[in-house]
């Protein structure tokens, strides 16, 4: 529980003091359980301090709000409104120095230096992981690293961050570290700095955890999506998902399937290709099946590279994990619209052959799904020699019972998009009067 925002909301309610601290007292107590004196003086401290931040007028503590909650709006739910949100924030970011650059919504970033490619990556741990740090830790390891050799790059080494609410195990942070270094050793990539704070400090309390890992890697060969072209294959590897299948596994009563996630398949059918540098010169873009399923990555691609990609249905279903499979089906749950963690290989016709034949050497299966052609920027699913679009839904698949319900009270795209829109104008304006109140040295406060 955010302890800071509960004042804030209280106080924006016109409840009174006595009122406040009487409700801070009785949610740390549920959690916390420790001394009523200790209690009553720590709800009485994160009221001062709370309100002493609630009528700040300076333009640097303000921001103007979009009027618009994360969850109202699916940001991080790899559906249209995350996809949104993230254009949103390639805005804010503007033109770069990158070869490939967030506007570009690929894989991870990339910066020329010395006639070699830097490339960066960071996934986030997957949030209804926080009570099985290993298993967060272990497919979020997993995720930056694809993300890294998707761009045809090696990867170097790894870096992580951990924040755990103020009542967490510390025990959590041990669990997650070895789930990060037991994809790291197995893989060769060191994991070399990283970051380990409390959520919120002591103004959040219970024990949640969250956490993303990064990646740099180095490349000679880019295959970002751009690269993609009409006349193309696209070629995709088996898939047994990662932390969201895992998610999904675990809150629906099928543990078991966990284990069908415990694997490094991707990593090794990307090393391959990498040992073979005549093969991958051919390849033209790759990429993890991730980003709202099949449906988002496709999507996506299909607009970064400008052209048309069509997708056979019926040549993707098998190459699902069967025990995953199985669990989606039961779940109805729309397998192509959930992270697979399969690999997606767009490449030139006359090279499809030595690549599958690369992979298959490994015992990965890959086959052909689909092609590129030229037209306008759009996905499409094909069966039975009839086409339909092929797009992400608002949210991924809902893979989870609570999902499922926050599914079914969706609220107005259009009229939540108006205030994402001026919320970010504003932002691209406050960074720019910031950029030239540094950059005038005889500037005095910032306004």
Known sequence: MDLEGYVHRSVRSHKSREEIIAGL??????IKREDPTYIRELAEAVYEEAVLTGNLEDPIFRYQPAGVSMGDFGVGS????????????????GKTGACVGVD??????????????????????????????FLAAFH????????????????????SDIHAADDADVAKIFDYTAGIVAISEVTGVPLVSGSTLRIGGDMVIGDRMTGCVGCVGV???????KQARPGDLILMTEGS?????????????????VQATLNIRFLTACKTLLENPQILQEIHAMTDVTNGGLRGDIYEMARTAQCRMIIREDTVHDLIDPAVSAMLNRLQIDPLGVSLDALLIVVPGKAAESVMSCIQKTGITIREIGYVEEGESEAL????????????????????????????????????????????????????QMI?????????SFA
């Open 381 to 432: 699913l094909e069966k039975d020699k009839k086409r339909r679009p092929f797009i992400p839904e608002f949210r991924e698949s809902a893979y989870t019972p609570v999902k499922r319900v926050v599914d079914q009270y969706r609220k107005d795209f259009s009229v939540m998009q108006k205030g994402i829109d001026s919320a970010a104008l504003s932002a691209i304006e406050k960074k720019n």
């Open 78 to 93: 790899r559906g249209t409104g995350d996809f949104y949100a993230h254009k949103k924030i390639a805005e804010i970011i």
């Open 219 to 225: 490349a000679e060969h880019l295959t970002s999506r």
């Open 140 to 159: 979020v390891t997993r995720a930056t690293l694809r993300d890294c050799y998707v761009m045809g790059a090696r990867p170097v080494m790894l870096f």
């Open 241 to 257: 998902g990662g932390g969201t299948i895992a998610t999904t596994a675990i809150y629906s009563g099928s543990p078991e399937v």
């Open 436 to 444: 030239r109140h540094l950059s005038n040295s005889s500037a005095g």
């Open 104 to 133: 570009q919504m690929d894989d991870g970033g990339v910066v020329e230096e010395h006639g070699n490619y830097i490339v960066c990556t960071v996934d986030g741990m997957h949030s209804r992981l926080s009570d099985f740090p």
């Open 25 to 30: 007292i009785q949610s740390i107590r549920s």
